[in-house]
């Protein structure tokens, strides 16, 4: 690590999570378990269910590291889990929609919410479809990784180690903030969430 950074590793207790919605939540064997899906809430369209890392300081500069799986059955073209990173406010944030589908705006891309319904804002979107392959399309646990460097505005996601990003994008919106996990609308668990990065100030 380089001076100023900070690691945190494998947060799983109910005490490190904040939930939206507390009882839709499993803590435990080491897993963060959204056992229940959310429900739709006032305010804009966006994730309806998340529970943010309370461990630790909100970042800047961060990468997220876990190992994610959907709990939804295969036959569940629409099933998805999401990161969510540069959280500020339920309704200003970024998140990362990892999806079975990539045919659709809402699904398989980088988001923003800022006061107004999520926007998508990944390079792979062409304006009918994703470019970049589903996410999930399994019920397999699949390894996912996120960058954030606000100075630079760049966010890059990587899953299963591949070295190139499954999907990029560019926006300064959000300087830093708190890093979760959760799911648009369906069920899914995270494990060995570890997070590395410099603190805000």
Known sequence: MTDGEIR??????????????????RFADGEVVLAE???SRPGPRRPFEYALLAAGPEFSA??????????????NRNRDVIVVFGHR????????????DNTIYPHNGVFKVHDADRE?????????????????TDDAWHHVTVRHHPATGRIAVHLDGDRDPLLTATDRTFGAGRVGFGSFDDIGRCRDFRVRGTPAR
């Open 62 to 75: 961060v990468r997220i590291d876990a190992r994610v799986r959907t709990d939804e059955p295969v036959t």
């Open 120 to 136: 998508r804002i990944d390079d792979q979107w062409d304006g009918r479809r994703s470019r970049a392959a589903p996410a999930i």
């Open 89 to 100: 406010s339920d309704t200003r944030f970024y998140y990362a929609h990892l999806c079975a």
């Open 8 to 25: 945190l590793v494998g947060a799983a207790r109910p005490q490190d999570w904040a939930p939206v919605t507390p009882a839709r939540w």
């Open 37 to 39: 899906s959310g429900r």
